[in-house]
């Protein structure tokens, strides 16, 4: 097959800043790619060869798309699957694939597949909604403390909730959830594995995540992570068996719990690109998007080693602040060495909103985290008036 | 000034591969750029916020695209200068300046502005045309062998020859010209100086050029040159001599002979991003192209230094072959860790078009050279039909 600078016409699903870092590597390679995304402002508007505005979750406006492309992949995992299902049916190829998919969007059947494939995960009930989980309150069959989790359409902290007390319970939606055992934790590690449609594996190594303690986003992400050999090599054989158990295509980022006696208990998987492997733009040999693409045409992976230490920060919109954005102090964090913002191109901020992120890199990895810390509390997202 | 995703809007005369590689830049600061650019299926087509046909040398055009962008830059020298003259004049700012501009078109003006700046560079005699070149041979003023160039739209080896003979003068159009010294030269050095609107100044590592013998295009960049310590403190000194000379905003790429007993003579300069600084998208920390994005904005410039050693090795048509292009053995090119080719975008291979590049980076300089041998002898440009 032929994809450089030919007719062959890439499919993305979603126009966020995901899609938008994976359209650098589609124009570095001049693949055509044609983008679907419901927001027309959206970072991926610019760089593909095709923007179509239209609802993700709409049969017919997925399966028109489908049709108008040779490979389908998606940066956001809520689409129409019905859709998927069918294009997949009628021979278009899709990656990742929409029974991967449909695992990965219910957190409830996700966790049930780590337990049916005998990859270790904090233990969890499922229930139908916030009454059939008050009723098991009720009858001893749930106790607090526990993990509060919407099984559909969480992201970046939405959908999740520490109880502790039924206190905790009021404000919760009434939607379809999971409640998982409580683990207390010393690191958050995430592996992002790459496997190609012929096969071919590659893992990117083991990150280290520290949250926002608020908001639940990322604030860091470090690479390498610093943990201990061995639990470094036991959490990529565990995510090496995630991908497998998926017979998974494209990149797979498995996140992951390191408790505190070192057992390594997987949390959830992202089948795309993830926040947790955008360091690797600057720090890796390949970056993570250039191997999504590279798995999903089945063209060799490319090296997932690091050429120096990363340490990514995420810039989200400071509380107080909404409309149109000024990133303050972007001048002054630029002027450090190995220093690179990437300003996803939203032009309103609000509070917590992810609207770019800051990729610091240094041959010393105790250089690189003090820098970070340093960019950390310089820029600031605001807006003109608050 | 707050260029990150405001209603600030840069201009780029040209749309070619170098601004191709800008706009790469620009999405990942989100800053809004407009194209200006005569062929509509130009590199640049894509992930620019607005794209214009038209020609770059007519005032109209020119002088008009300057009036929708509050800053304008070039991606290619040949561009009309009275349109920018006047552009200047009524308060845009464009880097580089029509100044320089109107110094660097010339050849013959650029060398006198060395011979006059006190900087090294090869004899040279200006001729207004190929008929005052044969009264100047006829009287003895000028003798064989010497380098003959044209004195305007040279590119790419086209617009140089050496004339050892009358014969090599058969061919020659009867444009401006001069002629220069045919120097015995050990290697030809390339550096690029970043220099910004405040005069902050930082230059790339020295580069070694290795050109094809027939087409004199660049065939493989090494970075570093493998030269003397002393040869590349000399080489550097005088390339900041010459964007001094120039008061030079923007990235100024200065090519440069070693000649045999370690002179440094300069040969010419482009003032833009260069195909001599490719490599380092992947080998620096700071690539030319954000260099060139953070001089112009007077944005603190990035680290200039190199995380891994560097080979750039062009993609250029192979003899023979027109059409539709086709990349054999790209695949087998991108299993070797550390190779990334970069896809321009021209559909069409025509011999000796520069259709791209693959950039080749390792720890180590040998066995990145090693590898850079392999992709040359792998990959061909060529289309299905001879």
Chains 1, 2 share one sequence.
Not at 180 to 203: D, H
Not at 230 to 239: L, P, Y
Not at 254 to 265: G, K, N, R, S, Y
Not at 276 to 291: C, D, L, M, R
Request: charged share 25%.
């Amino acid at each position: 097959m032929n994809y450089f600078s030919s007719d062959f016409k890439l499919g993305i699903l979603g126009g966020g800043q995901l899609g938008k870092m994976l359209l650098t590597e589609t124009r570095k390679f001049d693949i055509q790619t044609l983008v679907l995304e419901p927001n027309e402002e959206a970072p991926a508007r610019y760089g593909c060869n095709g923007f179509f505005k239209g609802a993700l979750l709409d049969f017919d406006t997925v399966y028109e798309f489908g049709n108008m492309v040779d490979l389908l992949t998606i940066e956001i995992e809520n689409v129409n699957l019905d859709a998927l299902d069918k294009l997949e049916e009628e021979g278009l190829p899709i990656y990742p694939s929409p029974k991967t998919l449909r695992l990965i969007q219910n957190k409830g059947r996700q966790k049930d597949f780590y337990v049916a494939n005998g990859i270790p995960t904090s233990a969890h009930q499922r229930f139908v909604d916030i009454f059939d989980l008050r009723k098991s309150l009720e009858k001893d069959e749930l106790n607090f403390p526990f993990v509060w989790k919407s099984a559909q359409f969480g992201y970046d902290g939405n959908g999740v909730k520490i109880c502790r007390s039924a206190l905790d319970l009021v404000k919760l939606p009434e939607v379809e959830c999971i409640a998982e055992q409580l683990v207390p934790f010393k690191n958050e590690l995430a592996i992002i594995v790459a496997r190609s449609v012929s096969g071919e594996v590659k893992t990117y190594p083991v990150v280290e995540m520290e949250f926002h303690p608020e908001a639940n986003q990322v604030e860091y992400v470090v690479c390498p992570a610093r943990i201990d050999e061995k639990v470094a090599k036991k959490a990529t054989e565990i995510a090496l068996k995630v991908s497998q158990a998926f017979n998974h295509v494209g990149l797979l980022a498995v996140e992951m719990f390191q408790t505190e006696d070192d057992e390594i208990l997987v949390n959830e998987v992202a089948p795309r690109p993830h926040n947790s492997g955008h360091y690797s733009i600057e720090a890796s040999y390949t970056s993570q998007f250039e191997n999504h693409i590279r798995t999903i045409l089945d063209l060799p992976l490319g090296n997932t080693d690091s050429k120096v230490a990363g340490i990514m920060v995420n810039l989200v919109g400071e509380e107080g602040y909404s409309g149109q954005v000024i990133y303050e102090n972007i001048e002054k964090i630029m002027a450090i060495d190995g220093v690179t913002p990437h300003i996803y191109g939203k032009r309103e901020t609000r509070p917590f909103r992810k609207m770019g992120h800051v990729t610091i890199v240094n041959e010393d990895m105790t250089e690189a985290r003090r820098i970070a810390e340093e960019v950390k509390n310089s820029i600031r997202v605001i807006s003109e008036v608050k």
